[in-house]
């Protein structure tokens, strides 16, 4: 009987100790998942940016008031250029670079940017692998709208993973934001307008 009563008091306390830990487990995950989530941080402009696939340095950012790189606006648009210098760093031809920048508190008709080789406009090339090319990234805007003296770009990489979980084959996967570019933002007239 006493050994009844001790086995019940023992399993009380071993009960009671596992649920006081679990609840300062959870309190402890509950405690870190309210917290503010880190700002990506902010990216240097003097050096090379490795993104992933691409190594990438913002040149300059823009707005334009005419056809800039083959890229045509329509009546009544300007655009928002950033120039940048993007090596490949695979071993393959690869355009899949839309998405490795993007600008921050500002909006966009359409996010997807149209993008020219600055040295002969040919626009969305294939870049070859550590050849480093100057690119613009071109998205139109309405005429009217308000861009700010200085803009921030996120900057997304992707990983790179030598057998993915569903075919087995090597790529490059999980795009998430490296950091943040800031540039001063010029204001480009269109030629012959003197404004």
């Known amino acids: 009987m006493f050994r009844t009563a001790r086995s019940k008091v023992q399993t009380w306390i071993t009960a009671g100790a596992g649920t006081i830990a679990a609840l300062f487990v959870a309190g402890l995950m509950g405690a870190f998942?309210?917290?503010?989530?880190?700002a990506?941080?902010?990216?240097p402009l003097d050096a090379a940016i490795d993104a992933g696939r691409w190594r990438v340095q913002p040149v300059r950012a823009y707005v334009s008031h005419a056809r800039t790189y083959g890229v045509l606006l329509k009546p009544g648009q300007k655009a928002l250029v950033l120039e940048a210098d993007m090596t490949n760093r695979t071993a393959q031809s690869d355009k899949a670079y839309f998405d490795?920048?993007?600008?921050?508190?500002?909006?966009l008709?359409?996010?997807?940017?149209?993008?020219?080789?600055?040295?002969d406009s040919?626009?969305?090339?294939?870049?070859?692998?550590?050849m480093t090319e100057r690119m613009a990234y071109v998205w139109p805007l309405a005429g009217d709208a308000a861009v700010p003296a200085s803009l921030s770009f996120g900057v997304t990489a992707e990983i790179f993973k030598p057998r993915d979980n569903l075919y087995g084959m090597p790529g490059w996967f999980n795009p998430y934001r490296l950091g943040t570019i800031t540039l001063p933002v010029a204001d480009v007239p269109a030629p012959g307008t003197g404004s």
């Open 109 to 119: 008709p359409d996010p997807m940017p149209t993008i020219a080789l600055i040295r």
């Open 122 to 130: 040919t626009l969305t090339p294939e870049l070859h692998p550590g």
């Open 33 to 38: 998942g309210a917290m503010p989530a880190h």
């Open 100 to 107: 490795v920048f993007k600008p921050d508190a500002i909006t």
């Open 40 to 43: 990506p941080p902010q990216l």
